[in-house]
Every structure is written in structure tokens, then in C-alpha cells.
């Protein structure tokens, strides 16, 4: 068991421009879920998939935002034309279904900060 | 909406003290309170779940309590330590696979 991982540990870039973070859940999990968490603040749900399959996708979140997971493994969240406020850590969350059902385990977050 | 409060923000105790953490939620349709614990700079690590069945669960030090019909649960630390220091957050969701939503996080600093 290697852990949930994310890449970038960190992300700086100029208000405007596009970011691009990967999550690679643990092995054997078929579901994966993105939230933010700012500054004091607990992490807010953004939107998770089971397999390919987007299941819910947060109210609160913009069109600029877009996540995939085409393969059922790692799973990709755009932000496009960053605006300041997107400013906080993404955190990417892996767990399974079923009878050995598991708890979300938590990668180590993407830090972006928008110039 | 979906809505989870937890109390106190801050929290300050000496070691050896015990520590508690309350929350309450909004949605009937939970099931699952997970709690998670945030060192600085690290991710959430889940510390102790409860699942809506069962009214207690303890593992060595630390403890949760559910109240499903006044909709409240409690982490319950005993013995705290230094090492206890970090945010910690309560959750819940309907199933442990489902999303969770989170509670704004409590301090503890347990002073030697």
C-alpha cells in the first residue's frame, strides 16, 4: 500500500492561466474524490467518481473546474483561467465499496498559490 | 443543506488532562462520522469512525459517542500527550464510501 499520491507538491501561476493536478489512489480503491481546503478551514467537498464514473460534482463549483478519471485509476482536476480565490490545497481522497468497504485515505495535496 | 458545526475552535489542555471535541450535523441521512486529525503541513489521517449502529467506539486512548436522534457525536481524548497537538476534524456522510462533509476543525494544543 503506497498511499494516495499528488503531484505537484506545489503549484504557483499567474491569475488566468489553466493548472492541471494528478491523484494516483491506492491500488485497489475504486473511489476517488477532490476536495479544497483553505487556510483554518475544514476540506469542502468538490466531487468524486467510482471507477471512470463522475457520481456528484459540488454545487459550489464552478464550470472552470473539471475533473476525470478516464481509466478507473488516477484522476486528473483542471482549474482554467485561475482566479485568486482558487488559492488553497487540493486534496484528493481514494476509498472502496463493497463488503471490505473502506475509509477515505487522504494524499498529501497539491498547494496552489495564484499570483 | 448538508451542514456539519463542531466546537470549540480552540482548545488548550495540560498533558494528562482529557480533551473533548463535540460536533453536530444536519442530514437524517447519515451513517458515518469519521474523525480526522491535520498536523501542520501534513494531510488529515483518520483517527477513530463510528458507524450510525453503534452509540460508542473506543480504541486505546481516544474515544467517539453518537447521538443519532439529537444528531451529535463526541471525540473523547484521554491522557492527552504532547504529540496529541494538531486540528482535528469530525465528518459525516452516509456510508464510508460516500463523500463526507466536514466540520470547520478544532485546535488542540496540550501543554507538557
Known amino acids: 500500500d503506497t498511499g494516495v499520491s499528488q503531484d505537484p507538491r506545489h503549484k504557483i501561476t499567474k491569475r488566468g492561466q489553466n493548472v492541471t493536478f494528478r491523484c494516483d489512489p491506492i491500488s485497489e480503491h475504486n473511489r476517488l474524490y477532490w476536495y479544497r481546503q483553505t487556510l483554518g478551514q475544514g476540506p469542502e467537498f468538490l466531487t468524486y467518481f467510482q471507477n471512470e464514473a463522475q457520481l456528484e460534482k459540488s454545487r459550489l463549483l464552478s464550470d472552470r473546474f473539471s475533473a476525470e478519471r478516464p481509466k478507473g485509476s488516477f484522476s486528473t482536476l483542471e482549474i482554467q483561467r485561475t482566479e485568486q480565490g482558487d488559492s488553497a490545497m487540493y486534496l484528493c481522497a481514494s476509498s472502496s465499496t463493497g463488503a471490505g468497504d473502506q475509509p477515505q485515505h487522504f494524499g498529501d495535496g497539491t498547494r496552489l498559490s495564484i499570483l | 443543506g448538508e451542514n456539519v458545526e463542531q466546537h470549540p475552535s480552540t482548545l488548550s489542555v495540560q498533558e494528562g488532562d482529557s480533551a473533548v471535541i463535540k460536533c453536530t450535523y444536519s442530514?437524517?441521512?447519515?451513517?458515518?462520522f469519521p474523525w480526522y486529525k491535520q498536523e501542520l503541513g501534513k494531510r488529515p489521517q483518520l483517527i477513530i469512525d463510528i458507524r450510525s449502529n453503534v452509540g460508542e467506539k473506543k480504541d486505546q486512548r481516544i474515544a467517539v459517542t453518537l447521538n443519532k436522534t439529537a444528531k451529535h457525536f463526541s471525540l473523547h481524548i484521554t491522557e492527552t500527550q504532547p504529540e496529541d497537538s494538531a486540528v482535528y476534524f469530525c465528518?459525516?456522510?452516509?456510508?464510508?464510501?460516500?463523500?463526507?462533509?466536514f466540520g470547520p476543525g478544532t485546535s488542540l494544543s496540550v501543554i507538557p
Open positions: 465528518a459525516a456522510g452516509e456510508t464510508s464510501y460516500d463523500k463526507v462533509i
Open positions: 442530514d437524517s441521512a447519515s451513517n458515518y
